[in-house]
């Protein structure tokens, strides 16, 4: 029954978590959107730059908050991908420092597998085989997972995950960033049958569909045109929130309806959403409602772990830690790693 304290930096949250199994002693996260707003999304170099100046205190107030010291820590565990570079190298750097000024054991953990752990953290009697919708900023997939480390992608996103549709959405509607929240709040204003919207349904060569995989980026410009021809018709001000809330329909209704046909033909009984589009009340509200009628059981992580922190990373290093896995110094980031390769983290 591991302890370990983790970092995560792979994108625009600073994050430090002490966690105990699946028991959350502390979980500090400093986000960076204020500063990235500005800009409309994620400028690289700034937010490596950001995690410099605020990775020292977070990661001593994960410590002061969890009420131990370091000798009561078994690990240091840390985010080496996917995700920029810069930032995670940030991270990777201190947390092998504290490994090796410490003595402890080092754990290099999937960026992905963490959010699939975010379940565990309040689930403690969760247990695999299971089908995960992970929906964030970056991907969109549905996953397999029969076991710690070992994972099954089923279906994806062929363009723009999730996550990058609502923002490039909410960019074309002028609402600001992230556009995730903001769509979430005035689509509960806005009538969903508003405007039809396709849910990006990939062709296959010999006819028909790809029953899992997705494309958002033909909902993306459906928007545009949308608009375009409201414009032109002189419809002013716009129907925004009758935009949102179609929008958001159509991603909602693509996303439930892959993943309930994926957990029939994988004959699986249980559903974990996770990734940071996991914070979206409509998909939240209607994966729930299905499962209840088809007799699944469902598993979404509290608001607070569906973003990105360091408590999930925490969680999924302790399976690992467990399972005498551990991570050489010198392993490296990865801007992109598919999760089937997550062993290549580790040595035994």
Same mark, same amino acid.
């Given at each position: 029954?591991?302890?370990?304290?983790?970092?995560?930096?792979?994108?625009?949250?600073?994050?430090?978590?002490?966690?105990?199994?699946?028991?959350?002693?502390?979980?500090?996260?400093?986000?960076?959107?204020?500063?990235?707003?500005?800009?409309?999304?994620?400028?690289?170099?700034?937010?490596?730059?950001?995690?410099?100046?605020?990775? @020292?205190?977070?990661?001593?107030?994960?410590?002061?908050?969890?009420?131990?010291?370091?000798?009561?820590?078994?690990?240091?565990?840390?985010?080496?991908?996917?995700?920029?570079?810069?930032?995670?190298?940030?991270?990777?750097?201190?947390?092998?420092?504290?490994?090796?000024?410490?003595?402890?054991?080092?754990?290099?953990?999937?960026?992905?597998?963490? /959010?699939?752990?975010?379940?565990?953290?309040?689930?403690?009697?969760?247990?695999?085989?299971?089908?995960?919708?992970?929906?964030?900023?970056?991907?969109?997939?549905?996953?397999?997972?029969? @076991?710690?480390?070992?994972?099954?992608?089923?279906?994806?996103?062929?363009?723009?995950?999730?996550?990058?549709?609502?923002?490039?959405?909410?960019?074309?509607?002028?609402?600001?960033?992230? %556009?995730?929240?903001?769509?979430?709040?005035?689509?509960?204003?806005?009538?969903?049958?508003?405007?039809?919207?396709?849910? %990006?349904?990939?062709?296959?060569?010999? %006819?028909?569909?790809?029953?899992?995989?997705?494309?958002?980026?033909?909902?993306?410009?459906?928007?545009?045109?949308?608009?375009?021809?409201?414009?032109?018709?002189?419809?002013?001000?716009?129907?925004?929130?009758?935009?949102?809330?179609?929008?958001?329909?159509?991603?909602?209704?693509?996303l439930v309806k892959r993943v309930f046909?994926?957990?029939?033909?994988?004959e699986v009984s249980a559903i974990v959403?996770?990734?940071?589009?996991?914070?979206?009340?409509?998909?939240?509200?209607?994966?729930?409602?299905?499962?209840?009628?088809?007799?699944?059981?469902? /598993?979404?992580?509290?608001?607070?772990?569906?973003?990105?922190?360091?408590?999930?990373?925490?969680?999924?290093?302790?399976?690992?830690?467990?399972?005498?896995?551990?991570?050489?110094?010198?392993? %490296?980031?990865?801007?992109?790693?598919?999760?089937?390769?997550?062993?290549?983290?580790?040595?035994?």
């Amino acid at each position: 029954m591991a302890t370990i304290l983790a970092i995560e930096t792979s994108c625009d949250e600073t994050a430090a978590a002490v966690v105990h199994r699946r028991q959350v002693l502390s979980s500090v996260v400093a986000s960076q959107i204020d500063l990235h707003r500005r800009y409309g999304g994620v400028v690289p170099e700034l937010a490596s730059r950001e995690h410099l100046l605020t990775i @020292g205190d977070t990661v001593n107030e994960a410590l002061l908050k969890s009420q131990l010291g370091w000798a009561d820590i078994d690990a240091i565990a840390t985010t080496c991908a996917p995700g920029l570079v810069g930032a995670l190298l940030m991270g990777m750097s201190v947390g092998k420092t504290l490994a090796m000024v410490h003595q402890k054991p080092f754990l290099g953990v999937h960026h992905l597998e963490g /959010h699939i752990y975010a379940a565990y953290l309040e689930q403690a009697n969760l247990k695999p085989p299971f089908l995960c919708l992970l929906v964030s900023g970056g991907h969109t997939s549905l996953i397999r997972v029969n @076991g710690c480390g070992h994972y099954k992608l089923l279906g994806k996103t062929r363009d723009d995950a999730a996550g990058e549709a609502f923002d490039k959405v909410a960019r074309l509607l002028d609402l600001g960033y992230p %556009g995730g929240p903001i769509i979430d709040r005035l689509a509960q204003q806005g009538n969903p049958k508003a405007f039809k919207l396709p849910e %990006g349904n990939i062709s296959l060569p010999a %006819g028909g569909y790809h029953p899992y995989d997705a494309s958002f980026s033909g909902l993306k410009t459906a928007v545009l045109r949308l608009i375009e021809r409201l414009h032109a018709e002189g419809a002013e001000p716009l129907p925004v929130a009758d935009i949102a809330a179609s929008f958001q329909h159509a991603v909602v209704n693509a996303l439930v309806k892959r993943v309930f046909r994926c957990a029939q033909d994988q004959e699986v009984s249980a559903i974990v959403l996770g990734g940071g589009v996991a914070a979206n009340s409509q998909l939240r509200q209607v994966l729930t409602q299905t499962a209840g009628e088809k007799g699944l059981s469902v /598993h979404i992580p509290s608001l607070k772990f569906c973003t990105d922190n360091a408590a999930m990373i925490a969680c999924a290093a302790s399976e690992h830690f467990d399972q005498g896995h551990r991570s050489r110094l010198d392993l %490296g980031v990865y801007s992109r790693l598919p999760l089937e390769q997550v062993a290549e983290l580790y040595q035994t």
